[in-house]
Structure formats: C-alpha cells, structure tokens
C-alpha cells in the first residue's frame, strides 16, 4: 500500500466517512442522524431530557430570562436587535427533523436566505423535499461535513447552530470559517452540549442523579421495554464512539476554542448536569400525568439551585457572539 493510500484512509476515518460506510454495512443506514426522530423518541416514546415541554420552557427562560412560549420568537427578537432593517444572508450549521427554525425564520421577513449545512444526507434529502411541497423560497441544504467545509468570505450576515457543534472534531477550523464567513456586523448564535467530551457523567452527577432516582415513584422510572430503571450509569467512551463518532468528540473544548475566534455579547447557562443523566431513557413518564409533571417541576427547581450555586457545572450553554477582527492577505488567507 502506497503512503498515498494509507493518508486516504487515515483521511476517510478521521473524517467519518470510512465509519460511515461500516455502519452502512453492518446496520443499512447511512448515518446515525439521518434518523433524529427515533434516536430521541423511539416509536414515540421520549427519551431524552429535551424533548420533554416543562424542561423546554425551563430552558427558554434562563435564555431569555423572562418566561416566553416560543424560542423561535425570542430568537428572532434576538435578530431584529442586531438587524433590525432585516434582509440578513443566515448560516445554519446542522437542522432537525422537526421543529426546524429555518421555515419559520423564512416567513418572518427579516431573511434574504438561508443555508443550511448537515452531514445526515437522508435527513437534508428530506428537508430538500419538504421544502419542495411547501414551495418556501430562499432556503437552500447543502449535505457536508462541517469538519472540513470551508464558506465564502463575508458571505453571511448571521450564522446560527442548535445542538451540532459537539459533534464536530476540528472545532478550530470550523470557528475559522464561520468567523470568516460572517460580513463585518455578523453575529453567531449557538446553543450547545458543553460538558465533559463523549458524555461522561462525573461521580458528582451520577450520585446525586440516583439518589434522586430513589425518590421517583416506579411508574415514573420504567422505559419504553417496561424494564425499570434502577440507576444510571456513566456510558463507556468506547461504547459511545461505536454508536456515534461524533457525539461529544471535543464538547467541554467548544467555549475556549471559541473564544479565540468571537467575543461573547451574552453568555447563559442552561443547566442540564442533572437533568440530562436523571431522565435519561425515562422522559416520556413525567408528561403522561399531573403526578409526573409534579414531580418534573421539582426536579427542574433542584437543579436550577444546584447550578446557581455552583455545586454542578451547567451542560449546556446559550450564546450570542462577534466574530473577532481579523485580516486577511491578497491572497485570502489570514495574515
């Protein structure tokens, strides 16, 4: 084998591709995340801490700091304050199978377009396709890989990603690009999972997450297979790396790196230490009743006392950034 064709593979695995194709083989899909809807809820069953509507409404708040029903609205109040004549060229690193915000950041107005960029091809095929029936103009998908994509200079007003910046290794090159991909003024809007890479819950949060799992009533512990759920445990990162070589790759080096590349205009911490761990597998049980959503306020309360007071890091992060100033050669590469 030529030293060409060993740098082609050290490439095509750094990069996902080479794990891609294995999990096409031995599974039949091409990516984990082509398939969103049932990695958070299988067969409508909530797993994750997220999904649930009193933690999403908990989390809108300590973004915004009031109470506010609609986190598209309160991100585009966000907008208007720094583009408040609109016609605002947007970025968005990685979409959902629902719930997308780019439709309904299309039909406000403020918006000349919007690229959207995602790994999962299934997933931005189906986007693609939606966008389609619906006839909505100005938003465009494009299926990349973020770790190696390189934007236009200046080619965005705004750039904006939700839950996707943790699953990118080269953090470095992507703050990069983004920094400059945004025209003087443009603004980076993130909210993302800043906790320990490839999820390892610390002791702390592990043994104050089953202690509290001690309280729950057992309707409100068992799974979707009707098993219950005794404790939670820290998942092995070998075993994470084989379900998702993405999955929190470089996750607790996402704020410094950034900052070497933006400055913060806001900065919120949305918990999530507790949360996230606790429920984790058991979610759908606290929307089923008013008991299990009782018992959800409560746990939402503990855990915002425990992350004010600094007894747990906050997992999760809201911010609004600048790109740094930076100055580019004739040739186009930074000086």
């Known amino acids: 084998m030529s030293l060409d064709n060993i740098r082609a593979w050290a490439t095509a695995i750094r990069n996902g591709s080479f794990l891609g194709k294995v ?92 690229d959207v960029f ?24 494009f299926h990349t890989n973020l770790n190696n994509h390189r934007f236009e200079r200046s080619a965005y007003d705004m750039a904006f990603s939700w839950g996707t910046i943790h699953h990118i290794e080269n953090l470095e090159h992507l703050f990069q690009q983004v920094q400059r991909a945004l025209a003087p003024g443009g603004v980076f809007i993130v909210r993302d999972f800043v906790g320990l890479n490839r999820i390892q819950f610390t002791e702390k949060q592990l043994h104050l997450a089953n202690s509290l799992l001690k309280c729950i009533p057992e309707p409100y512990r068992r799974k979707a297979d009707g098993s219950l759920k005794k404790r939670e445990v820290c998942v092995s990162e070998r075993r994470i790396k084989r379900y998702d070589p993405s999955e929190a790759v470089r996750s607790s080096h996402i704020v410094p790196a950034m900052k070497e590349y933006f400055t913060f205009d806001s900065f919120c911490e949305t918990g999530g230490a507790l949360l996230h761990p606790l429920l984790n597998g058991i979610a759908n049980n606290f ?19 425990l992350t004010k007071s600094k007894l747990l890091p906050s997992d999760y992060v809201f911010l609004v950034a600048r790109p740094k100033e930076v100055h580019y050669a004739a040739d186009g590469n930074r000086q």
């Open 23 to 114: 999990r096409r083989r031995l599974s039949g899909r091409s990516w984990i995340w082509d398939d969103a809807k049932n990695v958070y809820a299988p067969n409508n069953f909530k797993l994750y801490w997220e999904t649930l509507t009193p933690v999403a409404n908990y989390q809108r708040q300590l973004m915004s700091g009031k109470e506010t029903r609609n986190i598209q609205e309160f991100l585009l109040d966000i907008v208007r304050q720094y583009f408040p004549d609109g016609n605002i060229r947007c970025c968005m690193l990685g979409c959902t199978e629902t719930g997308g915000p780019e439709t309904y950041f299309m039909k406000s107005g403020l918006f000349k377009k919007i």
């Open 287 to 305: 929307e089923k009743d008013a008991r299990g959503k009782e018992i959800l306020d409560a746990l939402i309360e503990i855990e915002k006392t």
């Open 118 to 141: 995602d790994i999962a091809k299934g997933l931005i095929e189906r986007k693609q396709e939606g966008i389609r029936r619906e006839g909505a103009g100005g938003i465009h998908y």
